[in-house]
Structure formats: structure tokens, C-alpha cells
């Protein structure tokens, strides 16, 4: 079992920044991929980033130039900096890691497939 605590958010004025982070604790064996995700109300949850051990990221459109994501593998946990903010960035934001990930299957035939969640951290820009 894996279990992501994020934290980090809040209320933050159009053009304002926050960091969101994820610490990841259990079993981490398997873990190569971090992501973050959003939900806006009434919308359906999307991917904002992700990042591989070995140091590639992917960046949704939306939030590319202005999102940074990075990881502290020795520590086991994900950092999110978000700049230059909107109102339409305005969602929760959740935490995951799976395999397999948004890169694909894990090459390590030993780990099993799974998809673990974090709790959600509210981001809200004020315009």
C-alpha cells in the first residue's frame, strides 16, 4: 500500500503562486511516476503533470510555461509550483501515482499495476 499527502493549497489572487507538495509514504517500491491532477466543479478530473524518476515531465497544455513539476526522490515526495495563476485554475488538486502511468508500463515485470490517490488540496484564485 501507498499512501500520497498533499498539501499546500488555498486562496491566492489572479497572477499569485503556490506550491502544492505530495509526500508519499508505504511500500515505494514500484513507484517511478508522480502526477497531479484537478477536478473544477463541475468539470471532469484532468492531468496537469507528470514526472518519472529518471527525470522526464509532461505538461498539460493549460498550464505549460507557467506550472513546474519536481520531484525529491530521496524523500519520496512531488512538488507542484504554480505561477502567473488563474481563475480558471481554480479545482482541487489531487496527488497520484499508478502504473501504468500517463509514460506508460512500468518495465519491471515484478510490480504489480495500481493507481493510488491522494486526499485533494483546494486551490482557489481569486480574479
Known amino acids: 500500500q501507498v499512501q500520497l499527502v498533499e498539501s499546500g493549497g488555498g486562496l491566492v489572487q489572479a497572477g499569485g503562486s503556490l506550491e502544492l507538495s505530495c509526500a508519499t509514504s508505504?511500500?515505494?517500491?514500484?513507484?517511478?511516476?508522480m502526477s497531479w491532477h484537478r477536478q473544477a466543479p463541475g468539470k471532469e478530473r484532468e492531468l496537469v503533470a507528470t514526472?518519472?524518476?529518471?527525470?522526464?515531465?509532461y505538461y498539460s497544455d493549460s498550464v505549460r510555461g507557467r506550472f513546474t513539476i519536481s520531484n525529491d526522490n530521496a524523500k519520496n515526495t512531488v512538488f507542484l509550483l504554480m505561477n502567473s495563476l488563474k481563475a480558471e485554475d481554480t479545482a482541487v488538486y489531487y496527488c497520484?501515482?499508478?502504473?501504468?502511468?500517463?509514460?506508460?508500463?512500468?518495465?519491471?515485470?515484478?510490480?504489480?499495476?495500481?493507481?493510488?490517490w491522494g486526499q485533494g488540496t483546494q486551490v482557489t484564485v481569486s480574479s
Open positions: 497520484n501515482t499508478a502504473n501504468p502511468s500517463p509514460f506508460g508500463p512500468d518495465s519491471r515485470q515484478y510490480c504489480d499495476k495500481f493507481d493510488y
Open positions: 508505504g511500500d515505494t517500491t514500484c513507484i517511478s511516476t
Open positions: 514526472i518519472h524518476r529518471g527525470g522526464s515531465k
